[in-house]
């Protein structure tokens, strides 16, 4: 038997999309959370890149200073040294002697005494003090007590 074949012509058109085959939640916006993600590295890496070269300026500023102080502490001490060697050689039992004879005095020769408060002697007869005694007790002058002074300074340079 023979039978005729039919040829169909029409076809239907396929207009379905994957998305309308595959039904899931479509993301809208999803490009922006892409932007937002770069934005908030960027502003991450840019906070911690300012802290860091902020931490290294401070540093460096910082140690500059110190060695600057360092420099001027140098300089304040070997200042201090000559100015104590200045001062070590201006009381030098030499120089204040040789001061005292360009001043007039006299280097003392034989005994040497010393200036100060010597105790009274206790008088057994019972005769009034003497007019010297009197005068060591009464309150002495300005230039007394700077003689004192001065001849004590003298005498214990001596020794």
Do not use: C
């Amino acid at each position: 038997m023979v039978v005729a074949q039919e040829k169909v012509e029409w076809q239907e058109v396929l207009t379905q999309t994957h998305a309308e085959k595959n039904p899931q939640l479509v993301r809208k916006g999803k490009g922006y959370s892409k932007i937002k993600s770069i934005v908030v590295l960027a502003l991450v890496v840019g906070v911690t890149g300012a802290i860091g070269a902020e931490t290294i300026h401070l540093t460096v500023v910082q140690g500059a200073e110190i060695r600057a102080l360092e420099n001027e502490i140098s300089a304040i001490k070997t200042k201090n040294d000559l100015l104590q060697m200045e001062a070590d050689k201006l009381r030098s039992v030499g120089r204040i002697e040789s001061v005292a004879l360009s001043m007039g005095m006299e280097k003392p020769t034989g005994k040497v005494y010393m200036a100060g408060v010597v105790p009274a002697a206790k008088n057994e007869q019972g005769a009034p003090p003497t007019q010297a005694v009197t005068q060591a007790e009464s309150k002495p002058t300005a230039l007394q007590q700077f003689s004192r002074k001065f001849t004590s300074f003298f005498a214990s340079t001596q020794r």
